[in-house]
């Protein structure tokens, strides 16, 4: 059986709790999630995407409701425990790449294990594997300013990496790559996925890249609308039932109206 990786139950997150702004971006919104899955999340702008990804990854703590990342409880951890935990267990990727300009390629890919105070020849190690998979070892001593788009990507992945997180949580990864560099992105985590057996939650906006996924979710108001598992769908058939919920929950009709 499937070990599993994720859960969270009744996640609400209010935004300005006690204010007169106060705001429900999630709405008692629950997901399991196993090792070796891969989902995909969309919705509308401003649906809560963002909100739902980072309040299940510590990068932000629901206003009620629970997380469990790798059998964890989230909230009953103290700060210092929480760092370690995210080092060991997750792999952030940010549609900036989010790349430190005034340092090089390996010291950036570095960044995580330096942290973690692992010893250098070690982490030299971990950075050149990790770079090579990600074939840009002749790039390490460049600065992300003289790499091209795809390159500072590809860059931010292996320092997502270079931990051996368990789950990958990436927040529109292609965002700010052309179709050719959105395509090989796409074929590393299939790679990642299918090979390596990582977990990947994953937002984006377009249905190409959500049909690399085996489960797709969809957001609304801060809720679930829709679930899709792919089982045994083609990628083909996958990606045309994705498009059609997004065009189905896009697009008002008249009937909307009446
Ligand atoms: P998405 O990623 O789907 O575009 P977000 O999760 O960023 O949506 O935001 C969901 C809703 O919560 C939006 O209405 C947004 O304005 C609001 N929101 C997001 N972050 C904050 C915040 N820090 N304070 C107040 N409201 C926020």
């Known amino acids: 059986m499937k070990k599993e990786i994720l859960r969270a139950s009744n996640m609400t997150k209010i935004y300005g709790l006690g204010t007169k702004q106060a705001f429900t971006a999630l709405n008692k919104i629950s997901l399991q999630m196993n090792e070796g899955d891969f989902i995909c999340v969309m919705g509308p702008s401003g ?105 500072r990507q590809r860059a931010a992945i292996a320092r997502a990496l270079v931990s051996q997180p368990k789950l990958i949580v990436a ?5 700010n790559l052309d179709s050719k560099n959105s395509y090989e992105l796409m074929q590393l985590f299939k790679q990642l996925h299918q090979k390596e057996g990582v977990s990947i ?39 045309e039932k994705i498009v059609e919920i997004n065009t189905l929950n896009t697009h008002l009709f008249e009937e909307d109206y009446d």
Do not use: W
Request: with cysteine.
């Open 201 to 239: 939650l994953m937002v984006s906006h377009d249905p190409m890249v959500a049909s690399y996924s085996n489960r797709f979710i969809y957001i609304k108001d801060g809720q679930i609308e829709q679930t899709l598992e792919k089982k045994d769908l083609s990628q083909k058939a996958y990606y």
């Open 47 to 151: 649906s809560g995407k963002s909100t739902f990804i980072n309040n299940l990854s510590t990068v932000d703590f629901p206003t009620t409701g629970t997380v469990y990342i790798n059998q964890r409880e989230v909230k009953t951890m103290g700060e210092n425990e929480i760092g370690h935990f995210r080092y060991e267990n997750l792999g952030f990727i940010f549609q900036e790449f989010n790349l430190l300009d005034a340092l090089t390629l390996y010291e950036n890919i570095a960044i995580p294990l330096t942290l973690a105070k692992m010893p250098r020849a070690l982490q030299k190690e971990r950075v050149h594997n990790v770079a090579e998979k990600l074939n840009i070892l002749d790039l390490l001593n460049k600065y992300p300013n003289e790499c091209s788009g795809g390159q």
């Open 171 to 175: 927040d529109e990864p292609t965002g």
